[in-house]
């Protein structure tokens, strides 16, 4: 007998967390995936502009799609720029989480909302979820409002997180600026005194899988099963990737002159996690070889050549 997928709506298809996970669950799910300013085509998967911090919009696609499951990933990412355009960085960050939590509160529908271990002041590092909320910056700030609206919905999930893989988009995540960087005999600096647990994208999206089966609701740290600096993930990626190490120069986080405040010690005690999915997450050591292995066999092409019949790339990077 035919069995209709489960309809998964994933916001921030365009992103780098959103399209690698429509990438994870093209075929599991029926998909919709929203973007707002790159067009993104996906074989198998219909994508559509959806600016989300329109009220309007955001009911109609719930409207008409149904889904049962939405992994909210949409969001305004620039540390820097949240804390220029605060405006901006609400609309996208706290209103868009407001506008679904309020379409979605009396239906039967998994919301997965993807925050950021910025939440946290990065003091003392090893973060557990009970540990004092102090965003040091509005990214974080906007980030935690989004939070406190999604608990609103019954059984919903919400992930602190950090992430690097391989982005679909012009723009590159921390281990693709590395790679190029050093492709091209660049010198780069990196910071030895900011500490994070950064998972792989796809080691992510296996987690958010298991997730869903299990049905977790609450919040969870989501990174790695350890961390380092930022200055040995580069060395770290040169290694893996073969590159030419002393390219690399360490500094302190306190030499840049950034617009917001960053946290140095954002690494996340992810045990809550661990124990309630049974088993371990992976190590930054493992996550990268996956990122590396998965280069390897060409996913990045793959990602960005999922065309439709016409073979047409992505219609991204305006
Ligand atoms: N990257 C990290 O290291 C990191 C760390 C901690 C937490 N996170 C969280 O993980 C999630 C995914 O991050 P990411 O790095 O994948 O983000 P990203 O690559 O910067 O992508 C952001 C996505 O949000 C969409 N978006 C922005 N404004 C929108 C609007 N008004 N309407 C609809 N869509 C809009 C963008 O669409 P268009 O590009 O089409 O405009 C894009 O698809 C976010 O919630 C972020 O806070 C990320």
């Not at 399209?19 to 029926?30: H, Q, S, T, V």
């Not at 696609?61 to 969001?75: D, G, R």
């Not at 973060?127 to 609206?149: M, R, T």
Request: charged content about 25%; hydrophobic content about 35%.
């Amino acid at each position: 007998m035919y069995r209709a997928k489960t309809r998964l709506l994933i916001t921030g298809v365009s992103g780098l967390l959103g399209n690698n996970l429509a990438y994870y669950f093209n075929g599991k799910y029926e998909i919709l995936g929203l973007y707002n300013s790159h067009p993104v085509i996906i074989n198998g998967i219909r994508t559509e502009k959806c600016d989300i911090t329109s009220k309007v919009a955001i009911e109609r696609v719930v409207q008409e799609f149904n889904p049962s499951i939405i992994l909210h990933c949409a969001s305004l990412t620039n540390v820097d720029q949240c804390e220029i355009d605060q405006k901006i960085a609400k609309e996208v960050n706290f209103l868009s989480t407001k506008y679904l939590v309020e379409c979605v509160i009396h239906k039967d529908v998994k919301l997965i909302y993807i925050s950021t271990d910025a939440v946290y002041d990065g003091e003392k590092g090893d973060f557990s979820e009970n540990d004092k909320i102090n965003p040091l910056n509005y990214y974080g700030i906007s980030k935690y409002e989004g939070e406190l609206e999604t608990e609103k919905k019954e059984q919903s999930l919400i992930f602190r997180t950090n992430i690097f893989g391989w982005n679909i988009q012009d723009k590159q995540s921390l281990g693709e600026w590395v790679l190029n960087e050093l492709k091209e005999d660049r010198s780069i600096t990196c910071f030895k005194d900011a500490y994070f647990s950064s998972i792989y994208t796809l080691e992510f999206a296996r987690i958010i899988d298991v997730a869903i089966q299990k049905d977790l609701s609450g919040v969870y740290n989501c990174g790695s099963a350890d961390s380092c600096s930022k200055y040995n993930f580069t060395r770290k990626i040169a290694e893996l990737f073969e590159l030419d190490n002393s390219l690399i120069t360490p500094i302190s986080i306190d030499e840049f002159n950034f617009k917001a405040k960053r946290g140095k010690k954002l690494t996340l005690n992810v045990e809550k996690l661990q124990n309630a999915l049974g088993y371990k997450l992976p190590t930054i050591d493992q996550s990268l070889t996956v990122f590396y292995k998965d280069y390897k066999r060409g996913l990045l092409e793959e990602l960005r050549n999922v065309g439709d019949e016409t073979k047409e790339p992505r219609t991204i990077g305006n």
